[in-house]
């Protein structure tokens, strides 16, 4: 099979990577409308665990990449243009399309709104990150914070522990304040049109994250030379999940198994992510090459997430059997 070198500076091991991580949010999305079984919950919550956090940290090393090519305003505007029209598109053409499929076979549901985010409130969120980013560069904070990551990494003052402890935590207090700032400031139909807030707010420390590591290789280094904190948490994490619903969860009560599970979820989404961000990142860099089918999946993933979601609604609509529903749509 046909393969090619990765470009001066690309982390070729990451198409593999960001080709898996989009694509999932397809096998995610394949059972919307359809009943909440048993796999459709656990992939929901694997996909909570480590998919959209870390697919946000590798974004944050592909924008470290692109800016050491470009200069700052340039890489902003052919970004807002990238991000934006597609955003607009599914806004303005997809939502309603999709709203008007719903509401023809009688989802009560869809009648809430006409456009709606639905996964397109990545793009929204990439946006922000990008302006976010730009500021930074613009006020030269990047380089102080460069800096100061550099003199904390050589007198040893911070281990990569610290790191992925720092990120779990601030994304954690994102994710919890973002909504009660949000219920305190909005209306509830506001609320309910911008809930995905929630989301942008608190992946953005995981954003960051890539980001600096794609910028400082003091960090990369830092992160990558020891991954056993990182496998520590994903183990813990997995062992978690298996005693809570294996052990735990079966002999408990409804109220205190919802309440327990939701706990359980926000902290692994917390701490997920940065530990399989490491993971993810250090098995990349180990790749040389990859196959041109994977290449052109890589290639074609952006698309195939960005318009699968009415091809999706379509077909589950049709409510013949769950599980044939579903394997249409993936």
Same mark, same amino acid.
């Given at each position: ?15 593999t ?13 394949g ?26 940290? =590798? @974004? ?5 990449? #692109? %800016? ?5 305003? +340039?890489? !902003?505007?052919?970004? /807002? &243009? ?44 990439? =946006? @922000? ?5 730009? #500021? %930074?560069i613009?006020?030269?904070?990047? +380089?102080? !914070?460069?800096?100061? /990551? &550099? ?6 003052t ?9 990120t ?31 989301l ?12 600096l590591v794609g ?8 992160l990558?030379?020891?991954?056993g904190t ?34 359980l ?11 399989a961000f490491?993971?993810?990142l250090?098995?990349?860099?180990r ?12 290639a074609?993933?952006?698309t ?27």
């Open positions: 099979m046909t393969e090619t070198t990765p470009p001066v500076g690309y982390i070729i091991g990451l198409d990577w960001r080709a898996a991580l989009m694509l999932g949010g397809v096998v995610l999305h059972s919307i409308g359809l009943p909440a079984l048993g796999l459709f919950v656990a992939i929901d919550m694997i996909s909570q665990t480590f998919r959209m956090g870390t697919f946000f940290g =590798i @974004a944050g090393i592909l924008t470290a990449i #692109a %800016l050491a090519k470009r200069a700052p305003g +340039e890489w !902003l505007r052919r970004r /807002l &243009v990238r991000l934006g029209f597609p955003l607009a598109f599914g806004l303005f053409i997809l939502s309603p399309f999709i709203w008007l499929m719903r509401t023809a076979a009688g989802d009560i549901a869809a009648t809430d709104t006409l456009f709606n985010w639905y996964h397109l409130w990545f793009l929204a969120a990439l =946006i @922000a990150y990008s302006t976010i980013i730009y #500021a %930074l613009r006020l030269r904070l990047d +380089e102080a !914070l460069e800096t100061y /990551l &550099v003199d904390l990494i050589a007198r040893k911070v281990r990569s522990s610290t790191v992925l402890l720092f779990a935590v601030t994304s954690a207090t994102l994710f919890g304040i973002a909504p009660r700032i949000m219920a305190a400031t909005m209306s509830d139909s506001t609320f309910a049109t911008f809930r995905m807030l929630q942008a707010a608190g992946y953005l420390p995981m954003f960051l994250l890539g980001y910028r400082v290789p003091a960090l990369k280094s830092l990558l030379h020891k991954t990182a496998m520590m948490i994903a183990l813990a994490i997995t062992s978690s999940y298996l005693i809570w619903f294996a052990l735990i969860a079966p002999y408990a009560n409804s109220a205190i198994v919802a309440s327990g599970t939701a706990d979820r926000f902290v692994a989404a917390a701490i997920g992510p940065p530990a490491v993971l993810i250090r098995s990349a860099l790749v040389r090459s990859v196959p041109y089918l994977v290449q052109r999946v890589s074609a993933s952006y195939i997430y960005v318009l699968h979601l009415p091809l999706v609604v379509a077909i589950n609509l049709s409510f013949v059997a769950p599980w044939l529903m579903y394997t249409l749509s993936v």
